[in-house]
């Protein structure tokens, strides 16, 4: 198993997702509160009907920490996928991007809760 960073302790929690660019916030609550939470072995992504689980990895680019992950889970019981980045911005929020693989993406920002 690969030595995690000090760096992902700023990442590690519950996170809500309080914004997305592609879905308006009635959607992202849609089953249940979106969240993002990471974590060593429990990471995870809930938004509308999607939830996914997440393999994160953890880095520094340009001196800036950040998280990477793909993941795989279902949206209304279908299989889906994709890949997804992110990093703590300048005012404490986790900004970052996700991409379903062969369909949408979305830039997304969450607070801590």
Known sequence: MAKVPGSAKAFAGRWHIVEMDKWD????????????TLGKSDSEIAFGALKG???VRYGTRDGTAYAEFSWEGHDENDPVCG?????????GRLVGH??????????FVCERG
Not at 98 to 107: R, V
């Open 83 to 91: 890949r997804g980045w992110a990093m703590i911005s300048t005012a």
């Open 53 to 55: 689980f997440l393999d």
């Open 98 to 107: 996700i991409y379903i693989h062969n369909g949408d993406d979305s830039g």
């Open 25 to 36: 916030s009635d959607f992202l609550d849609l089953v249940e509160e979106a969240y993002l």
